[in-house]
């Protein structure tokens, strides 16, 4: 079962219905018709989910990555921080992008992220890593 075709068709029937004016002074069945096409929406992701018929191990494999992404966030925070240094500089700004986008998933104040993006040292990453690995910057 094709999700996205599936998401296209009911996308087409709301808009169809809404535009050319067959529910006309009815905001309330526009409102329902949505309502309908989200709910048929969520139960066919459902179904894509059971398809795949993961195993109980890779069930509890997923869960556990997802229980600890902040950790692997901030292991692979401050990867970066020892592949910045090494790297030559061709293909540093690959990793600067990585690096802002980790930031930004772990949730750091955005103004810290502005300082180390504008600065572009090692060694500001390497403090705001230190920082992290203390406790002394939370997490938003």
């Given amino acids: 079962m094709n999700v996205g075709r599936a998401f296209t068709s009911v996308t087409f029937v709301v808009d169809s ?4 004016g067959s529910n006309r002074g009815s905001d309330d069945s526009c409102g329902s ?3 309908v096409a989200y709910i048929l929406l969520s139960y066919l992701r459902f179904l ?3 398809d795949r ?3 109980a191990f890779q069930q509890k494999v ?4 997802y229980d600890n992404k902040d950790q692997i966030d901030e292991q692979r ?3 970066l921080v020892t ?3 090494l790297a030559p500089p061709k293909k540093q700004p690959k990793m600067w992008e990585s690096a802002e986008e980790l ?3 772990m949730k750091l104040p955005a103004s810290r992220i502005a300082h180390v993006m504008e600065s572009k040292d090692v060694a500001v990453l390497a403090k705001v890593v230190e920082e992290l690995q203390k406790g002394v910057i939370k997490r938003g």
């Avoid at 997923?62 to 990555?65: A, V």
């Fill in 83 to 85: 592949n910045l240094y």
């Fill in 33 to 35: 018709l949505k309502l």
């Fill in 103 to 105: 930031m930004t998933r």
């Fill in 77 to 79: 925070l401050s990867e």
């Fill in 17 to 20: 219905r809404t535009k050319h």
């Fill in 62 to 65: 997923i869960k556990r990555y």
């Fill in 53 to 55: 018929n993961y195993s």
């Fill in 48 to 50: 894509t989910m059971t």
